[in-house]
């Protein structure tokens, strides 16, 4: 399939980054501009990437007429203004997640863009990769029987850092935003997936997490969530500590595990379900290859444009929205507030 989505980038961070070498692996499209708060930053992250513009403001980038979809890698609190933006100027969005502080700014984005007909899809590259695919088919398929448990984690090891977005509550910082997200994620998909659903959210949850005394974000937290199949499901998160980083369902007659779930086969190839069976027998390896993560998370995204489609089936907005619900309810048990959450558009 030939390039054809031109993509502008709002924001020059890591991420951004290595969604630019993503899309350049794509294919279905090319990132023709990016932005910056300043000149300087915008014209290194254009010649790094061989971006033919770079804009000095997001504003410009919004008004680039050669820009089709945008996607926005700003921090957290910014997301949501800016997709608003975006959505106004007619330009299709990819945000990265969370894509905002909570559920209701959330449905503030997903309104802007469905009153001017723009596609939109939070940016959870981990639902584009076929594994997931696979595993849902064997999920819905009974490969473990009944699903009884999901246990979902993702944390790493950071050092206090004031400045940092991480560190910060008027950033929108700690694990539950910016990777406690996932687990939370893939919870709500199995439980949907073993009662033939898209997604489930939970009707109960209880938390507990350690927020830190300077920065008010949380160092480390936990959540059980039960849902109305009686699927529980155990998800942690942590800036302060690595933790396995794996997903695993458990099922009457077996399981299923992801050993690297939400950064697998990062710049293509193999990645791994282990299936394990009830009764001692050997676990069975299911090898799924694919193309770099970030490219398939831009031809989900564009494939979905193509088809004219009004949400993007691999992270429809309605998933989004449970997503953050979940979330606002996760913070809340452990008594995280950012002091930005109250604003007007």
């Known amino acids: ?20 070498q993503g899309v350049a692996r794509s294919q279905t499209g090319r990132v023709v501009a990016v932005a910056s708060r300043g000149a ?20 410009a980038l919004l008004a680039d007429p050669t820009v089709q979809a945008v996607y926005v890698a700003t921090p957290h609190p910014q997301h949501v203004p800016w997709v608003v933006r975006a959505a106004k100027a007619g330009k299709h969005v990819l945000c990265e997640k969370p894509l905002g502080l909570n559920r209701a700014e959330a449905e503030t984005a997903v309104a802007a863009c469905r009153a001017h007909g723009v596609l939109l899809m939070e940016a959870f590259m981990y639902r584009c990769h076929p594994q997931i695919a696979k595993l ?44 406690g997200c996932y687990p939370v994620s893939f919870a709500r998909l199995v439980a949907g997936a073993a009662s033939g659903q898209p997604f489930l959210d939970p009707e109960q949850l209880s938390g507990a997490g350690v ?74 390896e299911i090898v799924v290859t694919s193309p770099p993560l970030y490219a398939l998370e831009a031809d989900t995204f564009a494939r979905a444009l193509m088809g004219g489609w009004r949400d993007v089936p691999a992270m429809p907005v309605a998933d989004t929205l449970g997503n953050m619900a979940t979330l606002d ?13 109250k604003r007007v558009y």
């Open 1 to 20: 399939m030939n390039p054809s989505l031109h993509w502008g980038i709002l924001g020059t961070g890591r991420i951004a980054s290595t969604f630019a």
């Open 40 to 59: 300087d930053k915008a014209a290194a992250f254009a010649a790094a990437h061989s971006i033919e513009r770079a804009h000095s403001s997001y504003e």
């Open 136 to 179: 849902l088919e064997l999920v819905r398929g009974g490969a473990i029987g009944q699903v009884c448990m999901v246990e979902a984690s993702f944390g790493f090891c950071s050092t206090y850092e004031p400045a940092s977005r991480l560190w910060s509550n008027t950033l929108g910082g700690g694990g539950i935003l910016d990777v």
């Open 211 to 284: 927020l830190h005394e300077k920065a008010g974000v949380d160092m480390c937290a936990a959540a059980t969530l039960r849902f109305a199949n009686d699927v529980i499901a155990l998800v942690s998160t942590s800036i302060t500590v690595t933790q396995q980083n794996t997903a695993r369902v458990l099922g009457t007659t077996g399981s299923l595990l992801l050993p690297n779930p939400w950064l697998s086969a990062i710049g293509g190839g193999d990645a791994k379900i282990v299936w394990q069976k009830n009764g001692g027998s050997a676990p069975e």
């Open 329 to 341: 309810r996760w913070r809340e048990a452990i008594g995280l507030v950012y002091d930005v959450e």
